[in-house]
């Protein structure tokens, strides 16, 4: 999974930064990262993609509620 810039004619340090910067971003390496800063439990890893399916969920069916109504 190596990213690998090669530098066009003509083209500057900034301008080939700005190429790798987007690459990144396009392969989630950042996003990656940041999620794995820091230890996530388990639990909490679990907790998080429940939460993420159930909003995902939520968004195809077009069912929006507070928590005083999900009881």
């Given amino acids: 999974m190596a990213i690998r ?3 066009r004619s003509g083209e500057t ?13 396009k392969e989630g390496l950042i996003k990656d990262i940041r999620r794995k800063e820091f230890y996530e439990k388990p639990s909490e890893r679990r907790r998080r993609a429940a939460r993420k399916s159930l909003n995902r969920r939520l968004a195809t069916t077009g069912e929006y509620f507070t928590r005083k109504e999900e009881k």
């Fill in 5 to 7: 810039v090669k530098s």
């Fill in 13 to 25: 340090v900034e301008q080939m930064m700005r190429r790798f910067k987007k690459l990144c971003e």
